[in-house]
């Protein structure tokens, strides 16, 4: 069965930094592209970056370009997203998912989904 869990997330001032994990398992993790997403209260699911089989990265939300880096661990099956300079509108549940190869915008473009986990930014 596919697998994603995501991890790392909790509470943290303004300013500072998280390392989200997303650890995948029962399927072929190098072919594969990864998502992360996040769902604010109240808000609708967003794309927030994806890293394609080849390492290629996008960002989708300009308010993240510069302070947000995912990449990923062939290895240990795991894409991180690094996270600094958080501010309180980073603040939602994140979640990533899996697609064969490329990245693609639309949610429905992934097969897979995985549970979330909560980021929240706040003094």
């Known amino acids: 069965d596919v697998q994603l869990q995501a991890s790392g997330g909790g509470l943290v001032q303004p300013g500072g930094s998280l390392r989200l994990s997303c650890a995948a398992s029962?399927?072929?993790?190098?072919?594969?592209?990864i998502g992360w997403f996040r769902q604010a209260p109240g808000k609708e699911r967003e794309g927030v970056s994806c890293?394609?089989?080849?390492?290629?990265?996008?960002y989708n939300i300009d308010s993240v370009k510069g302070r947000f880096t995912i990449s990923r661990d062939n290895a240990k099956n795991t894409v991180y997203l690094q996270m600094n300079s958080l501010k309180p509108e980073d603040t939602a549940v994140y979640v990533c998912a899996t697609r064969r190869f490329i990245c693609r915008d639309g949610l429905d473009s992934y097969d897979s989904w995985g549970q979330g986990t909560q980021v929240t930014v706040s003094s």
């Open positions: 890293i394609d089989s080849l390492g290629s990265t996008t």
């Open positions: 029962g399927f072929i993790f190098a072919d594969h592209a």
